[in-house]
């Protein structure tokens, strides 16, 4: 089980990025996969979240209707659309599966990747 997420980069406040995991040795069905970021010296934060069953999404407030999360199922990938980035939202983004199909906290999850760098400058 292995997830490789990319896309990270630096990017200018007010502008996008699109972060993409890409799973190998597993697929996602039966699975919720998600996206959670750390920034220095602050705790992994649940950024969205969604649920391979019904599709059903999670945001966190400091992202809702900036951030948008999406599967593509044939390609076993998950995208994390960001945009009107903001310098708060710098952090290392990280994806994250568990089994089952609730999008729960950080401590649920047990794949993870590797991480990938967001600096948002202002």
């Known amino acids: 089980v292995q997830l490789q997420a990319s896309g990270g980069g630096l990017v200018q406040a007010g502008g996008s990025r699109r972060l993409s995991c890409t799973a190998s040795g597993f697929t996602f069905d039966g699975y919720a996969i998600g996206w959670f970021r750390q920034a220095p010296g602050k705790e992994r934060d649940r950024v969205s979240c969604?649920?391979?069953?019904?599709?059903?999404?999670f945001y966190a407030d400091s992202v809702k209707d900036r951030f948008f999360i999406s599967v593509d199922s044939a390609a076993n990938t998950l995208y994390l659309q960001m945009t009107n980035l903001k310098p708060e939202d710098t952090a290392v983004h990280y994806c994250a599966a568990r089994s089952g199909n609730l999008c729960l906290e950080s401590r649920f999850f047990g794949a993870w990747g590797q991480g990938t760098l967001v600096t948002v400058s202002s």
């Open positions: 969604i649920s391979s069953k019904d599709r059903s999404t």
